[in-house]
């Protein structure tokens, strides 16, 4: 008697959704590290790229999971 035995992978999300979230981690830490540099950025940088002390620090603050909709891609 011959068994045979099959291996199936069960990750529980399907892996267009596992990639998905992948991605969206991906883009949130990328974020994460855009935020970290312009909160580094001195006075004259920032008036540079046109951006106030207030605004960078305001977004400097955010969570890193914060993703606006414009950089979502949807």
């Known amino acids: ?17 596992f990639r998905g979230i992948l991605a969206r981690l991906g883009l ?23 951006v106030s002390r207030a605004d960078a620090e305001r977004e400097a603050g955010r969570p890193f999971w914060d993703v606006p909709p414009s950089r979502l891609g949807d």
Request: charged share 30%.
């Open 1 to 17: 008697m011959s068994t045979t035995l099959t291996c199936r992978r069960r990750t529980g999300l399907p892996r267009f959704r």
């Open 28 to 50: 949130a830490l990328g974020l994460f590290g855009e935020r970290d540099a312009l909160s580094r950025l001195d006075d004259a940088a920032l008036r540079d790229i046109g």
